[in-house]
């Protein structure tokens, strides 16, 4: 089987993308990749195995790689005598943020007719949103942090207590994330994160909380990985989230009771169940007092949480031949044909 990486794209967390694509070719041993970047103004190109270097895209390099176009069935280059198909069997959309992770990619998949491992269409729609997120996982009866949602031109009356911390609502990567202390640094905070989003979601900063990450999929049954607690100072920063987007190497495993590890896992199969099928996804939990509260959804996680898993490649493979078919819909225009006949006899 042979997979193509698409990674890149018109987002914030455009090189973090180029990371956790280069991160693929040291994961996957056996396996044949092909890599398929899209740049900041949506142009695709086939990039060389030996090209994937951070270097060869900050540079512009790139632009000398083969460039493609993207139609029914795939993706295709140019040739003097037409145009050659980029073979392979299933793509791994590894775009985070904007077009990646906020169902464009699944939309061009799905239209095109190309088997992919991403969220699909609504399951992007719901995980891309910090608002719609909670909303789900509430309407699921999971727990939520309590929460504040603020547009960028509303008032800014905060009802959440000091100390809070304040999210752009569509961006992962912790980036425009902000600690508030006291009332003093609010207007700064709330400033940056609305550079980058037209709204936020403000949550109370608890010290020291338990956190708990989590990632899966299911293909014929359910492949979850180990439960890490990741190493933090007050938060995972945008730095500290890059440097984790390169690992490769499986992590360790929580210190957990085995009832802590099954109400984790219940949870995660309760979000993920039927709504993430054909996606390998990552959520991120606290724990309060035993309760299991759900932080965030990672639809498309850093270098797809592969340090999590014992033997990640081989359940890419096992979800490529897995993974949910849209439903063919037979168009044989009988209403038309039906109307014309009765015309006609008029």
């Given amino acids: 089987m042979s997979v193509a990486v698409l990674f890149g794209g018109s987002s914030y967390e455009h090189e973090i993308s180029i990371v956790s694509a280069i991160t693929m070719k040291k994961v996957f041993k056996s396996t044949d990749l092909e890599f398929i970047f899209l740049d900041a103004n949506r142009e695709f190109y086939s990039i060389d195995s030996s090209d994937m270097k951070s270097k060869f895209f900050s540079s512009g390099d ?48 799905e239209f095109y007719g190309i088997n992919y491992i991403s969220p699909r269409i609504e399951a992007s729609n719901l995980s891309y949103s910090k608002l ?65 989003d037209d709204s936020v979601i403000i949550e109370p900063f608890i010290e020291g909380i338990k956190e708990y990450n989590l990632a899966g999929c299911k293909s014929n049954t359910w492949e979850l990985s180990i439960i890490e607690e990741p190493q933090k100072d007050e938060f995972l920063d945008f730095d500290k989230k890059y440097m984790d987007f390169s690992r490769d190497s499986q992590v360790a495993k929580a210190d957990i ?11 995660f199969k309760t979000i993920y169940e039927p709504i993430f099928y054909g996606s390998i996804i ?65």
């Fill in 62 to 109: 790139y632009k000398k790689a083969k460039r493609l176009s993207l139609k029914s069935g795939g993706f295709y280059s140019k040739t003097f005598f037409g145009e050659n198909l980029i073979e392979f069997d299933t793509l791994l959309n590894l775009i985070h943020g904007r077009d990646g992770e906020d169902g464009k990619v699944a939309s061009l998949m």
């Fill in 282 to 346: 990552r959520c991120d939990f606290f724990v309060i007092d035993e309760r299991v509260i759900l932080n965030e959804i990672n639809p498309i996680p850093g270098s797809m949480a592969n340090y999590l898993f014992e033997d990640f490649e081989n359940m890419v493979l096992r979800l490529a031949n897995s993974l949910p078919k849209e439903k063919n819909i037979k168009i044989d225009y009988k209403y038309i044909n039906s109307i014309s006949q009765a015309k006609g006899k008029a």
């Fill in 132 to 196: 719609y997120t909670k909303l789900f996982a509430k309407e699921l009866g999971i727990e939520v942090v309590e929460y504040q949602h603020l547009f960028k031109h509303s008032p800014r009356v905060i009802n959440i207590k000091y100390p809070l911390i304040i999210k752009p609502t569509r961006l992962g990567s912790s980036i425009g994330v902000s600690i508030v202390r006291e009332k003093a640094h609010l207007e700064y905070a709330l400033d940056v994160a609305f550079e980058l």
């Fill in 257 to 267: 009771s085995l009832e802590l590890t099954k109400k984790l896992q219940e949870s």
